[in-house]
Nanobody, 114 residues
Framework: QVQLVESGGGLVQPGGSLRLSCAAS????????MGWYRQTAGAQRELVAQ???????NYADSVKGRFTISRDNAKNTVYLQMNSLKPEDTAVYYC????????WGQGTQVTVSS
């Protein structure tokens, strides 16, 4: 069982920045594929960014050049640096871990509004 705890969400103005963090339990963090997903009301959850155990990354087209995913294996933590935020980035952001099974965090709200 893997537990994931997100933090760092909040309200930010358009053009602003936020950094999300996700702390994972367990001693096998370094081999997890970690990801960030987001979901708005009535919509499907969508992949935002993903990072493998080898630190290969993958981004949704809508966030390329603005968001950066990274990981610190010593801290069992994955980050999502979000810059140049837009109102359409408003969503609940979920941390995801994959190691045979998928695990999800509880989600953190990000609201981009003036």
């Amino acid at each position: 069982q893997v537990q994931l705890v997100e933090s760092g969400g909040g309200l930010v103005q358009p053009g602003g920045s936020l950094r999300l963090s996700c702390a994972a339990s367990g001693s096998l963090f370094s081999i997890y594929t970690m990801g960030w997903y987001r979901q708005t009301a009535g919509a499907q959850r969508e992949l935002v960014a993903q990072i493998t155990s080898n630190s290969n990354t993958n981004y949704a087209d809508s966030v390329k050049g603005r968001f950066t995913i990274s990981r610190d294996n010593a801290k069992n933590t994955v980050y999502l640096q979000m810059n140049s935020l837009k109102p359409e980035d408003t969503a609940v952001y979920y941390c995801n871990a994959v190691i045979n099974l998928q695990y999800w965090g509880q989600g953190t709200q990000v609201t981009v509004s003036s």
